[in-house]
């Protein structure tokens, strides 16, 4: 999507902004001229994630921007206070502020420490609270000089579901907190000319930090790149701040609204397919297209068949899924994933394993004989049938609370990358759809 020039001299002051999505909105911004205040914490290099404020103003500045790297933890009232005088005295306002800092832990309550609640309490609500407080009397000034004052915060559409709560809620507390801010400010600020907006992705978007977490090229294939946020975050923040405000975008349905159909531009992966692409959370329409539609309803008879009679423990579908499965355990296997993973089937009280850290690898009823699993899985029949046929991904069944997941949730990717390379290995039952189904669940 080009530039229009329309945030030429625009001062932005953008939060969380050294790497990842913060940065590409910096970046797509300084392709007008804009005037970006980079504050986060990161001044020295992180051993696994690239990026400082510092490496990240060189790049604003690269792309024909002015930059203005700040040291700030948005938990430090002094610090945030600090920046926002250092930004107006350096560029003379502030026009845009741009809260993407956040923390992330998807833990459910007893696995979250209280350190891990108030760390993303306090960055995603309270730090976004208070950011908007600082920057807004600068915000006023710029809505009086006609300047079209913007904040945009980095959080869902609210919606009280009970799947986007029930594994972890304490994020989505953190988050929703995030979107409460533009709910309230939105009408607060009305009056003053100053838009409040949300943006969240369609889907999931490829980041340092989820590279590292999912481990390169297979969670790669499932992710759009940060330029579709960047893209769409610029269409909202050249929009009338005084028409345009209290609204829950999603960068897809954004550009759709300018025009734009053709979005094999943002996969992660240039090779990759849009089908692949894994929903991002919060969000409740999860259709990604026909095909995925029909996909779905096409397991709809499988997944009735699978429940119709619960398994004993050691027997049916399940029992056959793992024996197929066996096949395919190597020692090449068991070095790439180096993991444990366990099993429980929530609709007939049946557990199972898959040791992918001992040997050649083992599976079968029952829990693990090494110990303690890497990663627990807690899923019904259908739903673990859907997963090792391919019809629904790991980290999609999460996301839409059809699967809960205990433990390292890298390890739990990583079993997905498992599947996938096992799914391509298979000769398959079903002339339909192409998937790989046992029998037995037909």
Not at 137 to 142: G, I, Q, R, T
Not at 263 to 271: G, I, M, R, S, W
Request: with cysteine; charged share 20%.
């Amino acid at each position: 999507m080009l530039n229009t020039g329309k945030l030429a001299g625009k001062v932005i002051y953008v939060t969380g902004g050294s790497r990842g999505i913060g940065l590409a909105m910096a970046i797509k911004a300084a392709k007008d001229g804009a005037k970006i205040a980079i504050a986060a914490k990161t001044a020295d290099p992180h051993p696994k994630l690239p990026g400082t404020i510092y490496t990240a103003a060189k790049d604003i500045e690269a792309a024909g921007g002015q930059a203005l790297p700040c040291i700030v933890d948005v938990r430090d009232e002094g610090q945030i206070q600090q920046s926002i005088e250092e930004t107006v005295k350096a560029f003379g306002g502030i026009d845009i502020v741009i809260n993407n800092a956040s923390a992330i832990s998807l833990t459910g309550t007893q696995e979250t420490s209280m350190k891990t609640y108030d760390l993303m309490h306090t960055i995603n609500t309270r730090g976004t609270y208070l950011v908007s407080k600082c920057a807004l009397p600068y915000l006023k000034e710029s809505a009086m000089k006609g300047r079209n004052p913007h904040i945009l915060n980095n959080s869902p559409p609210l919606s009280m579901q009970p799947r986007w709560f029930q594994n972890h809620v304490a994020y989505t507390m953190a988050k929703y907190g995030m979107s409460m801010c533009v709910l309230g400010m939105a009408e607060e600020f009305k009056k003053d000319g100053i838009a409040v907006n949300a943006i969240w992705p369609r889907t999931a978007i490829m980041t340092a930090a989820m590279e590292m977490l999912g481990g390169g090229k297979g969670i790669r294939d499932q992710c759009r790149n940060t330029d579709i946020m960047a893209d769409a975050a610029y269409v909202i923040l050249t929009r009338d701040s005084r028409t345009f405000t209290g609204n829950f975008c999603v960068d897809e349905q954004v550009l759709r609204e300018e025009g734009m159909n053709d979005f094999k531009q943002y996969l992660a992966n240039p090779e990759g397919k849009e089908s692949d692409l894994m929903p991002d959370f919060f969000l409740d329409d999860f259709s990604l297209g026909a095909q995925q539609e029909v996909v779905n309803r096409q397991t709809e008879q499988v997944a009735a068949k699978a429940t119709a009679a619960p398994a004993a423990q050691g027997s049916g579908p399940i029992q056959e899924v793992f024996k197929q499965i066996e096949g395919h355990l190597s020692e090449e296997m068991v070095k790439k994933t180096n993991a444990v993973f366990a099993f429980s089937i929530s609709d007939d009280n049946t557990e199972w394993y898959l040791d992918l850290k001992n040997g050649a690898g083992s599976c079968g009823a029952g829990k693990p004989a090494s110990g303690k699993a890497d990663v627990t899985f807690t899923v019904n029949t259908a739903n673990f049938g859907k997963m090792f046929a391919g019809k629904i991904k790991p980290t999609t069944a999460f996301m839409t609370g059809k699967l809960k997941i205990a433990g390292n949730m890298g390890k739990a990717m990583a079993l997905e990358k498992m599947m996938v390379k096992m799914q391509k290995g298979r000769s398959y039952h079903t002339s339909t759809n192409n998937i790989w189904t046992p029998k037995s669940m037909l």
